[in-house]
């Protein structure tokens, strides 16, 4: 039996990142566990919380029942700040899907919050930690490539947009609608 501790993650927010991107990649690890996904669709709570094997939740109050180490916050980006705030307020630590708020006040004051709560507040900047980046940037700290003065990087989605767009419908809330 191994002494590592269990991680519980809670996934806030059930869209195309969420089941497409961090998902996998969560079940992929030793050591974490999927407590929750909150989505106020349930029928996307539900399919995703399947898969994980943990409690699908509609509102707040449901996932803050459940003891949680940490939350990936993938939501669409106007509802980061409150989702994220609410989260850290409890000590919880958040990583939070890119932009992390929509202004540059509210960036300060989730940072703020972490830092009073002791909790950790990561931006999803993901692109960094790839293997070709980080080969890249492996070149040219060694001096391999020379003296970089501007680099321009672009990719390409291979799958296209996700195919619905979530839009803010009220406080707590937003909905599914067609582009």
Not at 36 to 52: F, G, I, K, M, N
Not at 87 to 96: A, D, M, S, W
Not at 135 to 159: F, P
Request: aromatic share 6%.
């Amino acid at each position: 039996m191994s002494n590592t501790k269990v991680i519980s993650i809670g996934m806030i927010g059930a869209g195309w990142v969420a089941e497409h991107g961090h998902l996998p990649g969560f079940l992929s690890l030793e050591g974490v566990s999927i407590r929750a996904v909150y989505d106020p669709d349930a029928s996307r709570a539900a399919h995703l919380a399947e898969q994980a094997g943990a409690k699908a939740c509609t509102s707040l109050s449901e996932i803050d029942e459940i003891p949680l180490d940490a939350v990936l916050v993938c939501t669409p980006n106007h509802t980061h700040y409150e989702l994220a705030k609410h989260f850290l307020q409890q000590g919880i630590h958040v990583l939070c899907e890119k932009p992390m708020t929509t202004t540059a006040e509210e960036a300060g004051s989730l940072r703020r919050i972490a830092e009073s709560s002791g909790a950790v507040l990561l931006m999803g900047f993901v692109n960094r930690y790839r293997d070709d980046i980080r080969e890249l940037r492996s070149r040219i700290t060694s001096g391999q490539i020379g003296d970089v003065q501007i680099c321009e990087v672009i990719w390409r989605r291979k799958r296209g947009f996700p195919p619905r767009k979530l839009v803010y419908a009220a406080k707590d809330v937003w909905r599914r609608c067609a582009y």
